[in-house]
């Protein structure tokens, strides 16, 4: 963390924030888009679910976005 208070990630870091935004941002469409659930309330569950999916259903998600 910078005096400031900005965070700098290492690469390795920065890959893992990605695949959680990658997630975050996922989730969020799919409760909206297919499941019809208003946007406010799809972006508090998607933060809940993105750190506890599965590879595999995450995986089935974006497949079924993909279509």
């Known amino acids: 963390m910078e005096p400031d208070g900005r965070i ?3 690469k390795d ?3 893992k924030a990605a695949a959680v ?3 975050h ?3 969020t469409r799919f409760i909206n888009e ?3 659930v208003d946007e406010a309330i799809a972006e ?3 933060c809940r679910i993105e750190h506890i999916i599965s590879p595999e259903t995450f995986a089935g ?3 079924m976005l993909k279509k």
Request: net charge positive.
């Open 8 to 10: 700098l990630l290492t």
């Open 13 to 15: 870091g920065q890959k």
């Open 61 to 63: 998600i974006k497949a």
């Open 25 to 27: 941002v996922t989730l």
């Open 44 to 46: 508090k569950d998607a």
């Open 34 to 36: 297919i499941l019809h």
């Open 21 to 23: 935004y990658d997630r």
